[in-house]
């Protein structure tokens, strides 16, 4: 694909952590790449903790992207802790922690400002047998030989060539917050600093861990603690949850700053008589909780000529196997290879669409059986109690977000 006097160019739609890895990646390779990200200012640093897998590492340095300590969190093991606080099991388990903001801070920095392109706000996109393009709110056209869609599980480039795929709600959701390690409790952090810790209370499953902390420090003493809170809702109470004081209606999700008090006291209320008491403490102290409905989405292809897609535009999984950010850099990475490999942009995006929509569906899949307990308790009480007998502290504890081979 090098191989004309003249250099390729490769718009990227999207300019989160999916988008930045495959931009970083094709500018080291010696493309001229442009972002266009529709939020009109920066992204700002999100709550989300990122477990690490070798493949992300392997991603990093391929973007160009220094690895050392500070990258993240290191953690020794992982802990069930039962509704009284009191350890039930825990095993040896080695694994590096970080946070969005950390891994956008050092994946933006890598790129140059004056190719990122805020408020760029994607309205159409068309692949010819010479470009492909994207037309912007603004009315402008910007041609490139390549377009990657890394615009997120709502995309709208997705959505232009695939208007029959949809995401699928899981009937649960998760409550996620961010607490600074300094609030916490000697009690909460000595049993749940330098952990993967969990608990499984009936029906429910948190589980946390440390993260970098405000500016991204990884400093003990200005780290934070991250949760995750599954708990389950049917169809109509979500439509509840999603909607603010004013009465206004959601779709898919709701501004932090918006969710009513009363769905966030009895939240705190329930936090209080489920979760051991360590966890209680962390939901309490969270500075503002957020929930995102769980989904799955699977996609059939991710070429479409000149145009692929990457991510969160492709393939949705559970968060709870903790691989969306590495297969979106992993995405990032094969197509970069695959773009090497091939002279014709088309069978370079075919080749990556076959490898990457395997792997994809394959961590889907793997999700729906990780989430399945979740899942199970909308159903019939003997699938809940038969879901209830293979929910153990070892399997759980063995299965969620680690490393797996496909």
Same mark, same amino acid.
């Given at each position: ?12 739609? +999207?300019?989160?952590?999916? $988008? ?6 094709? %500018? ?18 999100? +709550? ?18 220094? %690895? ?70 603004? $009315? ?93 809702? $049917?169809?109509? !109470?979500?439509?509840? %949850? ?10 898919? $999700? ?14 705190? =209320? ?53 691989? +969306? ?7 990032? %990475? ?33 999700? =729906? ?13 003997? !699938?809940? !109690? ?21």
């Amino acid at each position: 694909m090098m191989n004309s006097l003249n250099k390729p160019r490769a718009i990227v739609v +999207g300019g989160s952590l999916g $988008g930045l890895f495959a931009a970083n990646m094709l %500018l080291r390779k010696g493309w001229d790449v442009e972002v266009f990200e529709r939020v009109p200012d920066e992204l700002a640093g999100r +709550g989300a903790g990122i477990v690490t897998h070798p493949e992300l590492f392997e991603a990093m340095a391929a973007a160009g992207i220094p %690895l050392d300590a500070s990258v993240g969190i290191d953690v020794l093991s992982r802990v069930t802790l039962a509704q009284d606080g009191d350890v039930v099991l825990e095993n040896a388990l080695p694994q590096t922690l970080t946070a969005w903001g950390k891994m956008y801070q050092v994946l933006r920095c890598a790129f140059p400002d004056s190719l990122y392109r805020c408020g760029g706000s994607v309205v159409s996109v068309e692949s010819t047998e010479t470009h492909a393009s994207v037309t912007l709110a603004d $009315g402008t056209t910007h041609q490139a030989d390549v377009i990657i869609a890394a615009d997120g599980f709502r995309s709208t480039i997705r959505q232009h060539f695939l208007p029959d795929v949809h995401l699928q709600y899981a009937g649960y959701i998760a409550w996620r917050g961010l607490v600074d390690e300094s609030a916490l409790s000697d009690a909460a952090h000595s049993a749940l600093f330098d952990k993967f810790a969990f608990c499984l209370p009936p029906h429910e499953q948190i589980l946390g861990y440390p993260v970098a902390g405000h500016s991204n420090s990884t400093l003990v003493g200005e780290r934070r603690y991250n949760f995750v809170w599954y708990r389950t809702s $049917g169809d109509d !109470e979500l439509k509840d %949850l999603l909607r603010d004081e004013s009465g206004k209606q959601f779709e898919g $999700g709701i501004p932090p700053a918006l969710i009513r008090r009363d769905v966030l006291d009895n939240m705190y =209320r329930c936090a209080e008589t489920l979760l051991a008491p360590q966890f209680a403490e962390v939901v309490k102290k969270a500075a503002q909780p957020l929930f995102q409905p769980i989904y799955d989405l699977e996609v059939p292809k991710m070429n479409f000529g000149r145009v692929a897609l990457l991510g969160d535009a492709a393939f949705v999984a559970r968060p709870h196997c903790g691989m +969306g950010v590495t297969k979106a850099a992993g995405d990032a %990475l094969a197509i970069v290879e695959a773009l090497e490999r091939h002279a014709s942009v088309e069978e370079a995006l075919a080749d990556y669409s076959e490898q990457r929509c395997r792997f994809g569906t394959s961590i889907v899949q793997h999700a =729906r059986h990780l989430g399945a307990y979740m899942q199970a308790q909308l159903k019939s009480e003997e !699938e809940r !109690e038969m879901a209830e007998l293979y929910r153990t502290p070892e399997a759980v504890m063995r299965e969620t977000a680690v490393p797996v081979k496909f």
